[in-house]
């Protein structure tokens, strides 16, 4: 008889930990042929209430930290990624029976995520500047982190859309609550623990599963909440409602369907400044 | 009294004033389709200057068509023939400086010495800044061939009407956008104008429409199903419902809106030129201004000092005639304005603020609000925290650079600060950790057409100035 | 450190003059002068338009205010003699004209300026102290400073050591300005700071104090000899200078820009300066001069126009 597998409790990673639900609730995740494959933990409103505060408390020291401390970071989650492949081709594959077009998305996600570590500090040079002010001043502008981004995640291709979502709102510093595909979580779950194992600081990524119709308006009234990723709200009607919840402090909105190539994404959670000082003795 | 200054008042005979003022759509100035008139008045005097039209929704619809139609031929143009447009118009706003000038003081009741130095020369220095964009926008960040969004919905505020106007309309026609500008309800006088020197530069018809109106206006043309882009310079009140009608739309936004800018002075500052700074920071153009350093941080170690200085200062400020060459603060810009600024004062005074006004003479007419100076004020008072938009500065002090750092950020704007030390590792740490969109270091209020302007948080997205004023225009190359 | 420097005035100012050591520390806690900033300051009050009877009154403000100066090698009796004719009537044609408020020339010509001079309150200020390098012995200096008051000058207008003061021989300026203040006995002294040669704002504004601290009546800002001379914004650093020494002491301090200074426009402005910075109170001969000589003509001309409406030409005002 063939030894009995333990099976992994999929449950959230909010500010570095692994929580059920605070709501206590599950729901049931099946493939592609309709087999149970786990219960999967049922993010509630306070789940994504205590992920801002996570994310928020996790804002200044990653945001602090050198664009090179960041950008071995986020190499360092490929490498735990590509640590995990076959995994994520097992739990993909779930849902898609194309083994190699699995295998390309994983390999694809992995090297976007190395592609996002190698830009931490070329931001600075591409979207900064020097301005030749028409005065004795020395005036220059550097990008920013946007602050604390909340992020529904697209639908297909959940584990590259995830890393996409991720790696374009964290490489700057900002740091983020991303609701994963609700139907496909399992890769989601696999990246927290990668994340929770690749030295990045507890809080700067929070992920949850479940409905995002029922957590996103929460998120998107939130006046903690800076940005709003909302490239995986399928629902027309809620999409406007939610944008228009974004306006409560005018945060920064990525509108599902906009076809937007990955350095505009991360350039929608900068913030550029301008600091002005007159030179002269 | 010794060597008291004589009246020095700039002549109006340069402006040719009308008696009512048409819209300019499709590149004439054209009457409404059953849209209301007003007047505009003077807000030194109150007298009406001139009869202006609330544009109505069919006038505004006219006007998008018109900028439709000019699109094609716009974009279609290259980059050169449109930079040379733009420069044609940097120059003609040279030429007729003067005449901007004036009748900029005139209606916004700014002191010309403002309008003369500092609005008008900026605004021929955008329009050739972007002038130079048009024929470099594989420049601009976004890749090769970049393309123009279409048509710009551009909505701007009465305190710098043609400053605010340039800063749209040049990126936006650089890129290859057309435009249908809204100016504020009580400063149309310049964007008229304007619209003359388009039609001097041979601009080609519809490229730039002008309609004037009120708040209604603007909400005709924000929802506008056949706009491109909204930009807006205003309220982070107006700011919000900008946000909320363009949601669900593929209106692109860039908003320019409130502050309450921290001015954060240690104890080791250039003293006098600190002063200078805050007394700059606030009172230029009579405290009308969206990064204005209405909250001033003290380091407690010398705050009773630095405010006798600054009392010192504040007597010298003359205020009156916005057409008097000597004039430091001129008039409030509209009476409901003056209104907001005295509920303003009055609550910081109820709330345990204490007051102090500089000495000013105030005219019989118009609308006035002497410089005004509330000390003893804590987070918690309104003056400290609601954007007064006046000539009031709220004064709170701190002990460490921490304090100073946590109270200037404590607060939903993030439009711009200043920071006064002679200590250059605290310059960049503090100016690192603030979170606003402009930092002025010993210095206050500056602007070029060279520099990115805008705010964190609640104060507002997107740059405007520079190349990252052109990317909110430009859609990425294919 | 520079923390809290000003409420630390009143302590250290007893400080403040006790040695070397203690002089040093209380001007370098001075605050610094940022000079985009006091530059800018200058340019705008340089904007101020002075029209009709405030063109009028400055005119005339400002002719008592002169220091009606020759300090040339080629100096003579006659040169003198015309200068103090010109000093009591600047415009022959018109009596209204007030005089100047002094003759400012070499030591040796104290006494023939003396003489044409009598009967009227213009006073005598002597160049002294190895002006304009000040480059001679301590003792040379007394020598050259009692001549001038011993032959009767009212006003003695010594340079300092630039030389020492880059060496950071504060106490040393401080000393010799000590020094000589005593031997004035009566007469005022005015300490030349020649701001040219020291450059930066900040010594300009620490040189201002080790004057003021020594007992200078007036702070100076030039011999004339060395470009740049007065400029604004020095004269606003030395203004602002002599505010805060007033803030702190009680005392008050006169200035006098000098070198430069050549159209009743450049004049306008500085008497704005002296108003928006000091106030009323200073705008008076006692506690503001402008050392110049060829300023009073232009003056005179402008003087003409303002009362005949006609531009007057340089035939119309006299040549000394």
């Known amino acids: 008889m063939t030894n009995l597998d333990v099976k992994r409790t999929a449950k959230l990673f909010i500010g570095g930990a692994f929580p059920r639900s605070e709501s206590g609730r599950t729901y049931e995740v099946f493939d592609k042929n309709k087999n149970f494959v786990a219960n999967v933990a049922l993010a509630s409103r306070k789940d994504a209430r205590d992920s801002v505060v996570a994310a928020r408390g996790a804002f200044s020291k990653w945001s602090e930290a050198t664009a090179y401390n960041r950008g071995q970071v986020l190499y360092r989650i490929s490498e735990m990624m590509q640590g995990r492949f076959d995994q994520f081709v097992e739990e993909l594959s779930l849902w898609n029976k194309n083994k190699s077009q699995v295998k390309n998305e994983v390999q694809v996600a992995i090297d976007k995520m190395v592609w996002f570590a190698g830009w ?72 927290a623990e990668v994340i929770a194992t690749s030295d990045v600081p507890a809080g700067v990524v929070n992920i949850l599963t479940g409905d995002y119709e029922e957590i996103a308006p929460w998120l998107a009234t939130h006046m903690d909440v800076n940005a709003f990723d909302l490239t995986g709200v399928n629902d027309r009607k809620l999409a406007l409602s939610l944008e228009k919840d974004c306006a409560s402090n005018l945060k920064r909105v990525i509108r599902p369907n906009t076809k937007i190539d990955d350095l505009t994404r991360i350039k929608s959670f900068l913030e550029t400044k301008t600091v002005w000082h007159p030179r002269g003795f | ?430 100016a690192h950790r603030l979170r606003a969109g402009v930092i002025w270091a010993n210095t206050f209020n500056k602007f070029d057409p060279t520099s990115p302007f805008g705010g964190y948080k609640e104060s507002g997205y997107g740059r405007e100035g520079g190349r990252h004023g052109l990317e909110p225009y430009l859609k990425a190359g294919k | 450190m520079s923390t809290n420097y000003l409420t630390q005035i009143p302590s250290l100012l007893s400080d403040a003059t006790k040695n070397e050591e203690s002089l040093k520390k209380f001007l370098n806690g001075l605050s610094g002068v940022d000079k985009v900033g006091v530059e800018e300051r200058a340019a705008k009050l340089a904007t101020r338009s002075i029209k009709t009877n405030a063109k009028k009154e400055g005119i005339d403000l400002s002719i008592r205010m002169i220091d009606l100066t020759t300090l040339e090698g080629m100096d003579t009796k006659g040169k003198v003699k015309t200068l103090c004719a010109k000093a009591r009537r600047p415009d022959p044609l018109d009596n209204s004209v007030p005089s100047v408020a002094a003759v400012c020339v070499y030591s040796d010509l104290v006494s023939i300026a003396k003489e044409n001079l009598t009967g009227t309150n213009i006073k005598v200020a002597a160049v002294a102290t190895g002006f304009p390098a000040g480059r001679v012995s301590l003792a040379s200096k007394l020598q050259d400073t009692n001549d001038a008051v011993s032959q009767g000058a009212d006003e003695i207008d010594m340079v300092i050591d630039r030389g020492a003061f880059h060496e950071g021989r504060f106490f040393d300026i401080y000393e010799q300005i000590l020094t000589i203040k005593e031997a004035c006995k009566s007469a005022h002294l005015k300490v030349i700071l020649e701001t040219g040669e020291l450059k930066t704002y900040d010594n300009v504004k620490k040189a201002s104090w080790i004057a003021m601290l020594a007992g200078a009546d007036f702070i100076k800002t030039s011999t004339g000899k060395v470009q740049p001379a007065a400029t604004l914004p020095v004269t606003l650093v030395m203004l602002q200078a002599i505010n805060e020494f007033e803030r702190a002491t009680g005392k008050i301090i006169g200035m006098k820009p000098a070198g430069g200074i050549k159209t009743t426009k450049d004049a306008m402005k500085y008497l704005v300066l002296v108003k928006e910075t000091l106030g009323d109170r200073w705008l008076t001969p006692d506690l503001f001069r402008f050392g110049a000589s060829s300023l009073l003509n232009d003056l005179l001309m402008q003087r003409q126009k303002l009362k005949t409406g006609s531009y007057s030409g340089p035939d119309y005002v006299t040549v000394d």
């Not at chain 2, 551009?154 to 809204?182: E, R, Y």
């Open chain 2, 1 to 430: 009294m010794v060597f008291e200054y004589a009246p020095a008042p700039e002549s109006t005979k340069i402006v040719d004033l009308k008696n009512n003022y048409q819209l300019f759509i499709g590149g004439k100035f054209v009457k409404s389709n059953g849209g209301k008139t007003y007047k505009t008045i003077n807000p030194a005097t109150e007298e009406v200057l001139a009869e202006i039209i609330e544009a109505s929704q069919k006038d505004v619809d006219l006007a998008v068509k018109s900028a439709r139609k000019a699109f094609k031929t716009w974009s279609g143009l290259t980059g050169s023939q449109r930079g040379k447009y733009l420069f044609r118009l940097a120059r003609i706003i040279q030429e007729r400086s003067r005449e901007l000038a004036v009748l900029e003081s005139m209606n916004n009741g700014k002191p010309i010495r403002e309008s003369r130095d500092i609005d008008i020369p900026l605004v021929a220095a955008h329009f050739f800044h972007y002038a130079g964009w048009a024929d470099k926008l594989d420049h601009a960040g976004l890749g090769k061939n970049p393309s123009p969004l279409g048509v710009a919905g551009q909505i701007i505020p009465w305190n710098f009407p043609l400053l605010m106007l340039s800063w749209k309309i040049a990126p936006a026609l650089a890129a290859g956008n057309t435009v249908v500008l809204k100016p504020a309800e009580t400063t149309p006088l310049t964007a008229l104008l304007f619209a003359e020197i388009c039609q001097q530069a041979e601009l080609p018809d519809g490229v730039v429409n002008i309609v004037t109106g009120a708040g209604e206006t603007g909400k005709y043309l924000v929802e506008h199903p056949d706009i491109d882009k909204i930009a807006f310079t205003g309220s982070t009140e107006v700011g919000r419902l900008i946000a909320q009608s363009v949601a669900g739309t593929n209106k692109k936004v860039t908003l320019e809106l409130g502050g309450k800018a921290a001015n954060i002075v240690f104890d080791d500052a250039a003293m006098d030129q600190a002063v200078e700074g805050v007394v700059n920071g606030i009172f230029f153009n009579q405290g009308h201004v969206c990064c204005a350093g209405s909250r001033l941080l003290l380091q407690e170690s010398i705050s009773d000092n630095f405010l006798d200085l600054l009392y010192q200062r504040m007597k010298t400020l003359r205020l009156g005639d916005p057409l008097d060459k000597n004039t430091d603060v001129g008039a409030i810009n509209s009476s409901s304005q003056l209104q907001k600024i005295r509920e303003l004062a009055e609550s910081g005074t109820k709330e345990g603020a204490q007051m102090w006004s500089a000495p000013c003479e105030i005219p019989n007419k118009g609308f006035w609000f002497a410089p005004t100076v509330f000390t003893n004020v804590s987070l918690s008072h309104r003056i400290a925290r609601e954007e007064i938009f006046g000539p009031v500065l709220s004064v709170l002090t701190f002990r460490t650079p921490d304090e100073a750092i946590e109270k200037a950020n404590n607060i939903p704007y993030g439009l711009s600060a200043g920071i006064w030390t002679e200590k250059g590792s605290r310059i960049l740490e503090v």
């Open chain 1, 120 to 191: 931490t500090d070329k931001l600075a040079m591409v979207t900064g500047s020097n301005n030749p002010v028409a005065g004795p001043f020395f005036d220059f502008s550097v990008p920013e982190p946007t602050g604390v981004v909340a992020a529904v995640s697209g639908k297909e291709q959940p584990l590259l859309n995830l890393v996409k979502t991720i790696g374009s709102i964290i490489l700057s510093g900002n740091t983020c609550i991303v609701i994963a595909s609700k139907t496909q979580p399992l890769t989601a779950v696999s990246l």
